[in-house]
């Protein structure tokens, strides 16, 4: 339900050309870093790992 209040407000209110591409562009540079990692050549080094818990000390 709160998707189609916002998109109502985008659609009364739109937002400006330069915010637009802004988002358009944050989610295309998302893309490009997915697919790099998909084939393969995203560098090991900017690969996070997975930690497992850190146990408590107390």
């Known amino acids: 339900m709160r998707w189609f209040i916002r998109m109502s407000r985008w659609a009364r209110n739109p937002p400006s050309p330069a915010m637009f591409k802004m988002v358009v562009g944050i989610i295309l540079v998302m893309l ?5 990692e998909r084939i393969g050549w995203w560098p090991d080094w ?3 790992e997975r930690l497992g818990r850190v146990p408590r000390i107390d």
Do not use: E, K, P, V
């Open 32 to 36: 490009l870093i997915y697919g790099l």
């Open 46 to 48: 900017a690969t996070s």
